[in-house]
């Protein structure tokens, strides 16, 4: 059974790739992330940077990290057989919908598998300008950037799950919980 309300923390491997050929790779990172699913039905995916990973031996995710930059899809195939949900990254939040970390908007897709752990693989391409509004950093799109510009790459991730004091796991009418902020869940 497809689990279709979650937060959890994720060990990320990350490719930063140019705009124009996401094929072209320029860096590599590991980072930790934190992946929720909600919505009356499981719709809605957002995936959050929470920081480089220091110690990349390590199984567990530290129990401060919190949501920096969010990456938000909306549900558009699942497969139970294949226990697989994708995902359309967006570029614009839709109404009333608001995220810990600021909203980071992008274009792509995240595949979610829920098989012997939950693991994530995200391709995925950005270009947007950044300011300042009430205290808050926000990030508006820019739908045809200039080449080589600073704010427009593409990013490749494959994650998976790790154990976290701040993980939540619905399995149906029970729920795996433990010390989940309320800054780690969407509003």
């Known amino acids: 059974m497809l689990v279709r309300s979650f937060v959890v923390a994720m060990a990320a491997d990350i490719a930063r790739s140019d705009y124009a050929r996401p094929t072209l790779v320029r860096s590599r990172s590991r980072e930790w992330l934190i992946a929720c699913r909600w919505g009356p039905e499981g719709e809605y995916l957002s995936i959050a940077t929470a920081g480089t990973m220091l110690d990349c031996g390590g199984a567990a995710a530290p129990d401060a990290i919190s949501p920096i930059h969010s990456l938000f899809g909306v549900l558009v195939s699942e497969s139970r057989k294949e226990a697989s949900s994708t995902f359309l990254l967006v570029r614009q939040l839709p109404f009333r919908i608001e995220l810990a970390g600021s909203f980071f908007p992008a274009d792509g897709y995240a595949v979610l598998e829920q098989r012997d ?14 300011g300042w509004l009430d ?18 790459m593409a990013w490749h991730i494959e994650a998976t799950r790790r154990d976290w004091i701040g993980e939540f796991i619905s399995e149906g009418h029970l729920a795996r919980t433990r010390a989940v902020s309320a800054a780690d869940l969407p509003v």
């Open 135 to 152: 205290g808050k950093e926000i990030r508006k799109d820019i739908p045809d950037p200039a080449p080589a510009s600073a704010e427009a």
């Open 117 to 130: 752990t939950i693991s994530l693989v995200c391709k995925t391409r950005y270009s947007h300008s950044c």
